[in-house]
Nanobody, 123 residues
Framework: QVQVIESGGGLVQSGGPLRLSCTASGSTQSYAMGWFRQAPGKEREFVAAINWRGHSTYYGDSAKGRFTISRDGTKNTMNLQMNSLPPEDTARYSC?????????????????WGQGIQVTVSS
């Protein structure tokens, strides 16, 4: 069974950066990994994903130009560098290990999910 653990969330001032990390363990396979987020009263939103080799990335509209997803080769360890954060980025961010390709993140469900980590951007 794959276990997914997020780290790096917390409180940051508007305009500042924050880096999230995620590790998926319990399997010898390499997975595509990505992030979803959900703010109170809003639907779950896709943020970013990276394929199992780290060669291909895919971003949601809110992340383009501000966030960078990366991983260490085929290791199931992944980072999300978030820059220029406005209060609207406040949400609970969940890491997912799923399939091999970034296109596996077109749908919102499936895969192995972490418990989520809170990111709060103060104005």
């Amino acid at each position: 069974q794959v276990q997914v653990i997020e780290s790096g969330g917390g409180l940051v001032q508007s305009g500042g950066p924050l880096r999230l990390s995620c590790t998926a363990s319990g399997s010898t396979q390499s997975y595509a990994m990505g992030w979803f987020r959900q703010a109170p009263g809003k639907e779950r939103e896709f943020v970013a994903a990276i394929n199992w080799r780290g060669h291909s990335t895919y971003y949601g509209d809110s992340a383009k130009g501000r966030f960078t997803i990366s991983r260490d080769g085929t290791k199931n360890t992944m980072n999300l560098q978030m820059n220029s954060l406005p209060p609207e980025d406040t949400a609970r961010y969940s890491c997912v290990a799923r399939g091999k390709r970034t296109t596996d993140f077109v749908r919102s469900g499936g895969g192995s999910w972490g418990q989520g980590i809170q990111v709060t951007v103060s104005s």
